[in-house]
């Protein structure tokens, strides 16, 4: 069968409750892993922050190619 190098392009709309704005997407950048918050609840105390909500609002395979 044959093997693909798929180049995929995700993007999340991130709802969180933080002290501020830099704080906010940080948080986001650091803790969101495929759709998930990776966050534990000692990282989330420490850091006074929560994730709320994640959406996916794309999710589209832009290329292929047989390996």
Do not use: H
């Amino acid at each position: 069968m044959p093997r693909y190098n798929v180049s995929l392009q995700r993007s999340y709309k991130v709802i969180v409750e933080c002290e501020s704005a830099d704080g906010a997407r940080r948080i986001a950048e650091w803790y969101l892993s495929s759709s998930l918050d990776e966050s534990t609840p000692q990282e989330r105390r420490a850091n006074k922050f929560s994730i709320e909500e994640i959406e996916m609002t794309i999710n589209e395979a832009t290329d292929s190619e047989e390996l």
